[in-house]
């Protein structure tokens, strides 16, 4: 199995950038699909966006999210990433990275994810 550590949240003011990582340890990376997702307060965790083991296929939530938010990986340092720009007070949020093993397509789902980062938080003040 893979263990995931989010970080790089932190309080942005709207219309700021921030990347998120995360960094996996255990079995060798590019054998996931990984993914992010968020979760407000009172709301349900939500799909942000996944790339597939090589790299080539990328997957984004609709709008409002896309086109402000890119995911990339480093298989070499084994570690997920989320550029996140033009952010907004309604990106606050914890943001987590999951992994599933390679076998199947880019997926939204969460329940199709078994392994997941504690989270890390991200504020968005107006």
């Known amino acids: 199995q893979v263990q995931l550590v989010e970080s790089g949240g932190g309080l942005v003011q709207a219309g700021g950038s921030l990347r998120l990582s995360c960094a996996a340890s255990g079995r060798i990376f590019n054998y996931y699909q990984v993914g992010w997702f968020r979760q407000a307060p009172g709301k349900e965790r939500e799909f942000v966006a996944a790339?597939?083991?090589?790299?080539?296929?990328?997957?984004y939530a609709d709008s409002p999210l896309k086109g402000r938010f890119t995911i990339s990986r480093d298989d070499a340092k084994s570690t997920l990433y989320l550029q996140m720009n033009s952010l907004k007070p309604e990106d606050t949020a914890v943001y987590y990275c999951?992994?599933?093993?390679?076998?199947?397509?880019?997926?939204?789902?969460?329940?199709?994810?078994?392994?997941w980062g504690q989270g890390t938080q991200v504020t968005v003040s107006s």
């Open positions: 790339i597939s083991w090589s790299g080539d296929s990328t997957l």
């Open positions: 999951a992994a599933k093993p390679v076998g199947s397509g880019l997926s939204s789902s969460r329940t199709v994810y078994p392994y």
